[in-house]
């Protein structure tokens, strides 16, 4: 019996370890523009349990009284671990994201770009032979970011509303394989902004933030998990888009802070070749 004991625990350690370990991980790709935290969960096996957790909440338990009913809904064992690594890696990170921001503009938006031609890339692959529906949505989704992208559209609005409406927008990339929060978030012009709040821990910021993450999750996992189990390769097709349209945004940044050099260039190959690291590592480990 004690043996039984010691086996069951050390079985749900090491499965809050691994979870812990999974956070960790989606944690540091929201952090940076390019790899989507919701890639990590589906090559690291959680995706699929994520989803299935995310979609059982119903605050309008809450509202009902039914406080038992809405906390058995929730899938603890697997929300706390990975909230936990979440949380650890985006203050771990956005202390070193504000730090290269601030002091090396220009090889950390290198950095940027790599990651994100190579997410779209990775998208192209995703999604099979091409035909006319799928180059349509792709080039809605390229004019869509290349308009969104221009430097006067939203760099200069960080009012708490449209901070509001970011957190919505950008949680999304959770449950979307192929697109970060941090992109989306680069796409809006509030990346920097956000970054900077969590470095000096503003919490006005971060609880209207949070709040539209929460707000954003709830009302839209269940169209975006329809949305990916019935229109899946048009939705890749629209992010490829996306992503390739945003590209506009480390060019401008790369060009406004020093232009091309040697440095750059390294740094947007290792940004781009680290992607394919990682689908390689997670692929074989799955």
């Known amino acids: 019996m004690a043996r ?11 499965e809050t370890l691994l979870i812990f370990l999974r956070g960790l991980l989606m944690g540091m790709a929201d952090a940076v523009p390019g790899v989507s935290g919701g890639t990590i969960a589906f090559i690291t096996g959680i995706y699929h349990r994520l989803i299935h957790a995310i979609s059982k909440i119903k605050i309008s ?27 650890v ?41 091409l035909n006319i529906k799928k ?18 559209t939203f760099s200069i609005n960080h009012s708490l509303p449209f901070i509001f409406l970011a957190g919505a927008i950008a949680i999304c990339a959770m449950i979307l394989p192929g697109i970060s929060g941090a992109f989306l978030l680069l796409l809006l012009g509030q990346y920097q ?12 910021v971060l ?40 590209l506009r945004i480390p060019v401008t940044k790369i060009v406004e802070t020093g232009g091309t050099n040697i440095p750059v260039l390294l740094l947007g190959i290792l940004g781009f070749l680290l992607v394919f690291i990682m689908e390689q590592f997670f692929s074989k480990k799955n």
Request: aromatic share 18%; no cysteine; proline share 2%.
């Open 61 to 87: 338990l809450l509202f009902k009284g039914k406080f038992k009913k809405f906390y058995t809904n929730l899938d603890l064992k697997l929300f706390i671990p990975l909230g936990a690594g979440i949380g």
């Open 207 to 246: 609880a209207v933030f949070g709040l539209g993450t929460l707000t954003g999750i709830l009302a839209f996992s269940k169209l975006l998990d329809h949305l990916m189990h019935h229109f899946k390769t048009l939705m890749f097709a629209f992010l490829t888009g996306l992503m390739l349209g945003s």
């Open 193 to 204: 902004f956000i970054i900077t709040a969590i470095h000096e821990f503003n919490l006005k």
């Open 4 to 14: 039984f004991k010691y086996t069951f625990v050390t079985s749900y350690l090491m």
């Open 135 to 152: 180059i349509l949505f792709a080039i809605v989704g390229f004019i869509i970011a290349y308009l969104l992208s221009s430097p006067t």
């Open 89 to 129: 890696a985006l203050f771990t990170f956005s202390k070193i994201m504000d730090y290269l921001l601030t002091n090396k503009p220009s090889i950390t938006f290198a950095f940027f770009f790599g990651l994100i031609l190579a997410s779209a890339v990775i998208l192209i692959k995703s999604m099979g032979k």
